[in-house]
């Protein structure tokens, strides 16, 4: 129980809740504030990926089998279940092809970010990120003549 309150009390973790709340009470926000909150989230995503960028670069790409494991399931075996439930349910059309291609998308550098935070498998995820990414060039293409895009 104590450790789930750390957890709550973090920004990370509050601040979605937060917003959720916000925006469901139909409450809107002065204009200042947002278009400040604009300005900010349109260069957070670049300065985040800038810093990350740097922090990667800090780390030795390693081959291990943690890191072959997180990109054949996040590359591969991930957008195959969902091709697969998108034919049990029978999804079609645009949604479809996005669900699939959604997962088909290599690991999110937010991983990297947590564990780097954390100091918890650092190399194997900055290593899954990078080398993630580059396989993707090849199985993103390959997801997308598959769902006919």
Do not use: D, W
């Not at 504030?33 to 985040?48: C, D, P």
């Not at 399931?73 to 479809?96: E, Q």
Request: aromatic share 6%; glycine share 6%; with cysteine.
């Amino acid at each position: 129980m104590k450790n789930l309150l750390n957890v709550a009390r973090k920004p990370l973790v509050f601040s979605p809740v937060l917003g959720i709340l916000f925006s469901l009470s139909g409450l809107s926000l002065p204009e200042l504030m947002e278009h400040s909150l604009k300005l900010i989230g349109g260069s957070t995503s670049g300065v985040s990926l800038f810093a990350l960028g740097l922090i990667m670069s800090s780390f030795a790409i390693t081959f291990s089998k943690t890191v072959l494991q997180n990109i054949v399931i996040k590359n591969v075996i991930h957008p195959l279940l969902m091709m697969g439930l998108v034919l049990v349910f029978g999804l079609s059309g645009v949604l479809a092809k996005e669900v699939v291609l959604l997962c088909a998308m290599p690991t999110a550098t937010m991983t990297t970010m947590f564990a780097l935070r954390y100091n918890t498998l650092t190399e194997e995820s900055t290593s899954a990120t990078i080398l993630g990414t580059l396989v993707a060039i090849v199985t993103l293409p390959v997801f997308m003549s598959l769902v006919h895009i």
